[in-house]
């Protein structure tokens, strides 16, 4: 599998700690079947230093990737970020202080929780008009997206694409995005299932349970496709697949 949502890179944001709970979380996730791992550290977040891209997040990287070869782990991490949207996301993205998913055309982004639905189809367009994809991170969780069953239609339409959170399938993140996030599935709106992994102990990389899930409910093929098959084609940069 390949998990385009995982907070694995050590001491940038709130996900792992240090390198050996990076090591740790990359154990996790090899034994639940991933080979590549995009990380994805929180990015221009309100009233924070925005950690932008750079040589920092950059040699972060390559020690990571450094360790899981020393420990013998078969693992790659590629670069990306989690963007918060906000007005000035595409000039950031032109100065090269953010980036794309591995570099690719897709671009993942989240938003307040409580951002109104024509604020995120607002902010899309935008990104959309210069040139990216917006892949929307955790569509579930957001209250317009709940509350209204035409948002999710409405962002696919204009060509964004939606990333699940595992543990939204199970709950972890409450009923209300639990129902959201099998209603997506239930419409084939969703387009990627990723960890939106933090540690080794909680929110953690082992996706193998909610693969197995969306297999018995769903089918293995849907599976596949969300787990697998548009990640794999996402982090070579080519043309994803709608769900059927
Ligand atoms: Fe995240």
Redesign the pocket.
Known sequence: MVDI?C?ILDGVDDGSYCLSESVEMARIAVESGTKTIVA?P?ANIPDSDGNLWGRRLEDKLSALNRAFEDNKIPLTVLPGQ?VFCSGDVVSLLKNGELITLNKSRYFLI?FDFYSRSELIADQCDALLAYGVVPVV??PERYEALKENGQTAYRLKKKGCLLQLNCGSLFGAFGRSAANAAHGLLSESLADFIAS?A?SPYMRTPYMADAHEMVSEMYSLDYAELLFRVNPGLLVRDREIKPAY
Do not use: G, V
């Open positions: 949502h907070h994805t929180h989690e989240e991170a955790h939106d933090h």
